[in-house]
């Protein structure tokens, strides 16, 4: 069985213009922690957005340079305290804080691989892309749990 024929066709995707505000009425609509895609004007993937990159917004504030230096990095930042302008909902993008390094699934890759892929990269998810780099889904672990217990008849 391959992943093209249990994954879930129907995504929701975000472009690299999509605000700060936008992602967190996107981010609302989800009962766990979501992975988004952001996909290129050809529908090709170029990034996902995912709850840790909105936990990151908090530390935008912090100079690159400082970030880069592990010994000031030990201190968390306070969410409570960080002070923020409504501008900034309208200001920062999908792009700004998008991870453009990530792991996809290709849709004729085995459900047998795909699994051991989530095990071996702690995920429970990917993105599904056929051959030219376009989306064209998403795996989940469920989506694999799911197919096994049809498969033996219990749902």
């Known amino acids: 069985m391959q992943v093209k024929e249990v994954m879930s066709k129907e995504v929701i995707t975000v472009k690299r213009s999509t605000t700060l505000k936008q992602l967190l009425e996107i981010f609302a609509k989800f009962h766990i922690f979501p992975l988004v895609p952001v996909i290129g004007e050809d529908s090709c993937l170029v990034g996902i957005v995912s709850f840790r990159n909105l936990i990151n917004v908090f530390q935008l504030r912090q100079p690159e340079i400082l970030k880069a230096v592990p ?3 030990e201190e968390q930042e306070d969410i409570f305290k960080v002070e923020f302008t409504k501008e ?3 200001l920062v993008v999908a792009e700004d804080i998008m991870e453009s390094k990530f ?3 290709r849709e004729d890759t085995s459900l047998e ?3 051991k892929l989530m095990n071996l990269h702690l995920k429970e998810e990917f993105p599904v892309v056929d051959r030219a780099g376009k989306l064209v889904g998403m ?3 469920f989506d694999i749990i799911r197919y096994v217990f049809r498969q033996e008849g219990v749902i």
């Open 71 to 73: 010994f000031l990095d």
């Open 88 to 90: 900034m909902g309208n």
């Open 103 to 105: 792991i996809t699934i």
């Open 113 to 115: 691989e795909a699994y």
């Open 139 to 141: 795996i989940g672990i």
